[in-house]
């Protein structure tokens, strides 16, 4: 089963920037008709910095890179992020443009979380839409520290 595949990747990404919802697999159930699945090939662009969108996506199989342009010598690789990571988090709590670029280094399955569809699990599920929306806040405020830790280490 894909979600059993999904959740057991998320579960044991050991990374600083990991997703921690605390849900058990019932829950996860309960989330999965909100997600939508996206196969990608080795080096299309699954997010576009500068572009506009309010989804956040689970990698469940596959490696991406996370890259910035505009900067010195024409772009700044951010992560490298293996199965069981979110992607774009950032879309769900602002409607600001992308601030990154990400690009599939290898064919990838991820699973799309929509604002529209994360505003029906708020009314339907409210726990477990706060749990995300915390775990996704977490995961970015590991990923603004570490930043932080890479600019405070060049200064």
């Known amino acids: 089963m894909e979600l059993n595949e999904l959740v057991q990747a998320i579960q044991t990404l050991n990374a600083d920037d990991a997703f921690r919802a605390r849900f058990s697999l019932e829950q996860w159930r309960t989330v999965a008709p909100y997600l939508t699945r996206h196969d990608i090939r080795a080096g299309d662009l699954l997010i576009k910095q500068g572009d506009s969108d309010?989804?956040?996506?689970?990698?469940a199989q596959g490696t991406v890179q996370v890259f910035v342009t505009g900067v010195a010598a024409g772009g700044s690789k951010l992560a490298i992020l293996r199965p069981g990571a979110v992607i774009g988090e950032a879309g769900l709590f602002g409607d600001g443009p992308r601030m990154a670029s990400v690009e599939a280094m290898t064919a990838c399955v991820v699973w799309a979380l929509r604002g529209p569809r994360l505003e029906e699990m708020a009314q339907r599920s409210p726990a477990l839409a706060l749990e995300l929306l915390r775990a996704a806040g977490g995961v970015l405020a590991a990923r603004v520290r570490a930043n932080q830790a890479k600019q405070t280490a060049f200064a």
């Open 54 to 59: 309010h989804s956040m996506y689970f990698l």
